[in-house]
């Protein structure tokens, strides 16, 4: 510093010197060191700028550095301070050179995940140009790219979206294309005619995956997708069409070949030879039946014949009445033109619809009917009292059978009469009119056979009548003689009850010696000589009781006595006390009488 004031003070002595000798005055030469000291002053003021200038550069140029970075940073999702940091204790240019250090390190970094990203767009605006606006686009940025975790999780997760769109509309497609070409295949269908259509078949018979793949990113997008939506609801109703055509026409063949009687192998021939719904298929139907409609008319007399006699089963199956019947004229008619016939067919199709629907009732009424016819016979039989000895109709299980069947009845009857009821009731609800047989409401013959059957007077018990008195061969169990019985295997009213009265009075001992059925089986194993017995007095003690009192009565002809004994009353003595009399306490133990010498004394 004091070299360059020396300097300067001897440059302005210079001036002086230089200015004496040029003979200016003093005012010009104060002018002359004036703009000197002006010029030094100017210059170290331009220096003194210029220094200060590189030193904005510097601080902007940092600056900008320090931007590049923070934008890098937040586009990758990082924090960064807005403000610069600079170390003091180092120049401008170190802190700068750091920062564009720092910035080539973030921009390499960016770099590597922008090329992620930018993989994802041109993924993700393949998608979008074949799915259309499904696609979000406001995720693919030409400017500015995003390359955060939350920017590329985004990414994925529109592209992952789109991709399973993707999928669903190609399974779609192909799911749909195959239904068309079958339809169109099994039609016989031209699709020269149609571009779309021919497309269609191109795209199903495309072998090249990446042709393929070019005519399913036509086919996914908005538009294509309803109109092969469309498409295929077109022609599915095409073919529901020419199918139920075909059903009719196979129906009409049916029933005419049945009608005609043609040979059964003749019409499967015929329909395995025209399985498919092409125009040319369906023609040989119609001509078919042109054919058998010609063949029909000339036999129409013989057809209503046939449906005249099916009228008349259908009408025996539901119990029409003859005024039922008459209701349907065309039956009576002579006339033999299609639309009796036609009347006819449709009259046994709802007759055939009413037997179905009326087939639990039917069944019941056939059962209950059955039931009835069953029990009449039953009744029939039963009346004759030879049934069961006379000769030549020995049959030893008829009571056993009858019983049983007398059973079945009681158990039978009165359910097939409630399930006829609730569902004749049903049927009345349902149709509001009531089930007919032969002309006359069911229910009402319901109600009057249980009318019938509660008026019927009650059963008696039948008293046993008295018999002539004949021989007799052994009972199976033979007895003594000598015993007087005084119980009954079939008690009965006016014999038990003078036994009831006179055991009151008598006190009886109980025998408390060994057990009474040795004895019984004792004294059963004894003989005993034969005996006569009144007819159809069997295992009865009557007869030998009646003989004595018989007995007493010629002993004692003319005498008067202060007691005689009843017919049949039992006397309980201490006759009890024997043992031949305990055992015939005890006469329920018999096997009773065979019914084979039954037969025998009766002969």
């Given amino acids: 510093m004091d070299k360059l004031i020396n300097h300067l003070n001897d440059q302005i002595e210079r001036i002086n010197l230089t200015t004496s000798e040029i003979g200016l005055s003093h005012e010009l030469k104060e002018d002359k060191i004036k703009s000197f000291m002006e010029a030094i002053e100017q210059f170290a003021s331009d220096q003194c700028a210029l220094v200060e200038k590189e030193k904005q550069d510097i601080i902007k140029a940092t600056e ?12 990758m999702g990082e924090y960064v301070a807005n403000t610069a940091i600079i170390d003091p204790n180092k120049s401008l240019k170190d802190n700068l050179q750091e920062m564009q250090q720092e910035l080539i390190q973030v921009k390499e970094k960016y770099n590597e995940k922008l090329l992620h990203v930018q993989e994802l767009h041109t993924q993700l605006g393949a ?55 079958n339809i169109i295949a099994t039609l016989g269908l031209d699709t020269t005619q149609n571009k779309r259509d021919n497309l269609i078949m191109e795209y199903h018979l495309e072998t090249n995956p990446t042709n393929k793949m070019k005519l399913c990113n036509m086919f996914v997008s908005d538009d294509n997708m309803s109109w092969i939506a469309q498409r295929n609801a077109e022609l599915k109703e095409i073919k529901e069409e020419i199918e139920g055509r075909k059903e009719e026409l196979t129906q009409k063949l049916k029933h005419l070949w ?51 006699e099916e009228l008349k089963s259908l009408w025996d199956q539901l119990y029409y009445s003859e005024t039922q019947r008459q209701h349907f004229l065309p039956a009576y008619s002579s006339e033999l033109t299609d639309e009796v016939l036609e009347a006819h067919e449709n009259e046994i199709s709802r007759l055939r619809l009413e037997v179905e629907d009326s087939k639990y009732i039917l069944d019941r ?72 047989v032969n002309g006359k409401p069911y229910l009402d013959v319901i109600y009057e056979a249980k009318e019938t059957v509660q008026q019927k ?56 010696s060994i057990s009474i059925l040795h004895r019984v089986r004792e004294r059963n194993i004894r003989k005993r000589p034969q005996k006569p017995i009144r007819k159809g007095h069997f295992g009865s003690d009557d007869d030998d009781i009646e003989e004595e009192a018989e007995k007493i009565i010629v002993n004692q002809n003319g005498r008067n006595q202060a007691k005689q004994t009843p017919i049949k009353q039992r006397q309980v003595d201490a006759e009890f006390e024997s043992d031949d009399n305990l055992g015939v306490n005890l006469d329920i133990f018999d096997d009773g009488p065979d019914f084979s010498d039954m037969s025998d004394i009766d002969s």
Avoid: W
């Avoid at 900008?64 to 586009?75: D, E, F, G, Q, V």
């Fill in 457 to 512: 007077p009650a059963v008696t018990t039948p008293k046993t009548p008295k018999r002539e008195t004949m021989p007799r061969k052994p009972f199976t169990s033979p007895r003594t003689t000598s015993n007087k019985y005084h119980m009954f295997n079939t008690p009965q009213f006016n014999r038990t009850q003078t036994y009831h009265t006179t055991t009151e009075l008598k006190p009886t001992r109980i025998d408390n």
């Fill in 127 to 181: 998608l979008s140009s074949a799915l259309g606006n499904f696609v979000n686009k406001n995720l693919i940025a030409t400017t500015e790219i995003d390359v955060s975790s939350l920017a590329v999780n985004s990414l994925e997760d529109e592209l992952q979206r789109a991709e399973h769109e993707y999928a669903n509309r190609k399974a779609l497609v192909d799911h749909s294309v195959n239904e068309m070409c």
């Fill in 64 to 75: 900008n550095t320090h931007r590049s970075i923070l934008s890098y940073k937040r586009l």
């Fill in 258 to 308: 049945n009608r005609l009687r043609i040979d059964q192998e003749e019409c499967e021939v015929f329909l395995m030879a025209n399985r498919g719904l092409t125009q040319e298929e369906l023609m040989c139907y119609e001509q078919e039946l042109q054919r058998l409609l010609v063949l029909k008319q000339d036999r129409i007399g013989e057809f209503i014949e046939r449906a005249r």
């Fill in 365 to 436: 009424i056939d059962k209950y009917m059955q039931l009835k016819e069953e029990i009449e016979e039953f009744e029939a039989s039963t009346r004759d009292p030879n049934r069961l000895f006379g000769k030549g109709q020995r049959d030893p299980g008829r009571l056993l059978r009858e019983e049983k069947f007398r059973k079945r009845v009681d158990r039978e009857l009165p359910k097939l009469r409630m399930e006829l009821e609730g569902s004749l009731l049903e049927y009345e609800a349902l149709k509001s009119r009531p089930f007919l």
